[in-house]
């Protein structure tokens, strides 16, 4: 099967895409120049970001009164494809609109998904996508069968997104099928998080801390250390289960994937499940007292010792160079 058009399940607000949505895009274009972006919402003023990033088209639903994402969206693209406007692949991202749309729109047009992959490719007729399995040690390879359209997910991280010269993308505005019953609920109250500096998985720099810190006051050497790096603070698993910080501070396989030119790792010893969602920075510097820990063997820089001793040390040489 020949991949000559491709749509990407777009994301963003206010004139600006996630960066998920450029890594998507990114990768889309490099498989084919006609890729289109299919916004559940305001998709007109996403237009001159999304064609900075390739997308000749931008499908978009307009404003949906408060219905849930997913809903909308697999109706609209079942709708559009049945209509003849048919994509050979689908993109989407790994998050909860993306699956929600994904699983949906699957069951809508009777075919299967690839989700959590980290690459596709095309292969001649085949589309294959690249998942990782067993905590991301092996990396599964697997194509696609049937006449498409195929969807597959993708964890974020999985491409470098890279602006091109491209003009705003052509608008086309399409309409919502009515979805009986499953658009009674709707979303009443969205609440977001108040943060300061870097999101997580945007951040160039990252200073995360484990268990190692002995208790949960001693996360503040982290954020002070982040603070003066200009950095986002990050925490393994397992002191988020303790409930030292919040979810949406966790690096791993089951939080964020974050690929930072720079990782700090201050007492996380390395669980496979934590690699897996930091192994691809571009330079990593652990401290552990453990010389043992399984985190050494992916780090650029060991540091064995205490670091009780070590980030107050390390914090004071950043504060006496102004």
Request: glycine share 12%; proline share 4%.
């Amino acid at each position: 099967m020949t991949v000559n058009n491709i749509w990407v399940f777009a994301q963003g607000s206010n004139g600006t895409i996630t960066s998920f949505t450029a890594e998507l895009l990114t990768k889309a274009r490099s498989l084919t120049p006609n890729v289109s972006a299919f916004v559940a919402g305001d998709g007109a003023g996403l237009a001159e970001a999304l064609g900075k990033f390739g997308a000749k088209k931008v499908y978009s639903t307009g404003d949906l009164g408060g219905r849930f994402a997913g809903v909308a969206a697999a109706s609209t693209m079942q709708a559009l494809i049945a209509g003849g406007d048919k994509p050979d692949l689908i993109l989407f991202p790994q998050n909860y609109d993306g699956r929600d749309t994904i699983a949906r729109l699957s069951v809508k047009l009777g075919v299967t998904v690839l989700t959590n992959s980290v690459d596709i490719v095309v292969n001649g007729d085949e589309v294959v996508a690249t998942t990782p399995i067993f905590g991301g040690n092996v990396l599964f390879a697997a194509a696609f069968t049937g006449s498409g359209p195929h969807l597959a997910s993708f964890r974020p991280k999985s491409f470098a997104a890279e602006e091109c010269s491209g003009a705003p993308a052509e608008v086309v505005t399409v309409t919502v099928p009515d979805t009986g019953k499953t658009a009674a609920a709707k979303v009443m109250v969205v609440h977001v998080e108040e943060t300061s500096g870097p999101k997580l998985d945007e951040a160039n720099i990252v200073v995360a801390g484990g268990r190692g810190l002995g208790e949960s006051q001693n996360f503040a050497m982290v954020e002070e250390l982040s603070k003066l790096l200009h950095a986002a603070p990050g925490a393994s698993r397992a002191i988020v289960d303790a409930g030292w910080v919040p979810y949406s501070y966790q690096v791993g396989q089951t939080g964020k994937v974050v690929k930072p030119s720079l990782y700090i790792a201050a007492g996380i010893s390395g669980a496979t499940q934590h690699m897996v969602g930091m192994k691809g920075s571009k330079n990593i510097i652990a401290i552990n007292k453990d010389k043992e820990a399984p985190i050494f063997a992916v780090a650029d820089l060991g540091i064995v010792g205490d670091l009780h001793k070590v980030l107050p040390k390390l914090i004071a040489a950043l504060k006496a160079r102004g």
